[in-house]
């Protein structure tokens, strides 16, 4: 079954300190990919998404992800992360030429200190 | 603007109870789906629909049963509830225009 880890559960960091966030997913075949983000006491919504040309892809807020198919990874980057990113975060992944069904990562929870 | 509408943002049932959890977009989108959230367990897809009355399960059936009788109504309803139902419940359509599934705000269901 396709499946969507995150590994890290819980990240610390301090403001304007560097985030990545892994994803990978055991998928062989063609994916589309997804980050949401859930910020506290609100609904989800998407940050950035890849489903073709350049790996790299930007999205909302500064945040980045960067689609490696060797890795089967599709990571999330920010330079410099604020206070107010505080949240939980999603990825997900979507076999092409499906329907729009997602499988969903167990989430990272992000607390940024001041 | 894009709206999805949950009737409940929190709900309180007793275990037995029949519950039912409304789902609303405005959208006019043709898939619409219910998941879980649990801590730790990240978003597990309870049901899915492509259409009116047509429904497939999902990762998580067990217990749970939905209706979409009209496009823009997708009910989830759990025949007896049980303690280990409390949950987050989020709501979500998709769009094939800009590839996204949106979600509604949740409703949090404790089962005492």
């Known amino acids: 079954a396709q499946s969507v880890s995150q590994h890290n559960h819980h990240v610390i960091l301090s403001e304007a300190a560097s985030l990545e966030l892994g994803c990978n997913y055991s998928?062989?075949?063609?994916?589309?990919l997804f980050w949401y983000v859930q910020y506290p006491g609100q609904h989800l919504q998407l940050l950035l998404k890849y489903f073709s040309g350049d790996p790299l892809v930007k999205g909302i807020k500064g945040f980045e992800a960067e689609f490696i198919k060797s890795k089967f990874s599709f990571n999330l980057r920010k330079p410099s992360v604020q206070w107010s990113d505080t949240a939980e975060y999603f990825c997900a992944v979507k076999r092409a030429g499906t329907a729009s069904k997602l499988t969903f990562g167990t989430g990272t929870r992000l607390q940024v200190t001041l | 603007d894009v709206k999805v509408t949950q009737s409940s943002r929190y709900l309180v049932k007793r275990t037995g109870e029949k519950v039912f959890l409304e789902c609303v977009q405005d959208?006019?989108?043709?898939?619409m789906f219910w998941y879980r959230q649990d801590p730790g367990l990240g978003l597990r897809l309870i049901y899915f629909?492509?259409?009116?009355?047509?429904?497939e399960k999902g990762d998580i059936p067990e217990g749970y049963s939905v209706s979409r009788e009209k496009k823009e109504r997708f009910s989830l309803i759990l025949e007896s509830a049980s303690t280990n139902q409390t949950s987050m419940y989020l709501c979500a359509t998709w769009t094939g225009i800009s590839y996204e599934q949106y979600f509604g705000p949740g409703t949090r269901l404790t089962v005492t």
């Open positions: 998928y062989g075949g063609t994916v589309n």
């Open positions: 959208m006019d989108h043709e898939n």
């Open positions: 629909s492509y259409d009116v009355k047509m429904k």
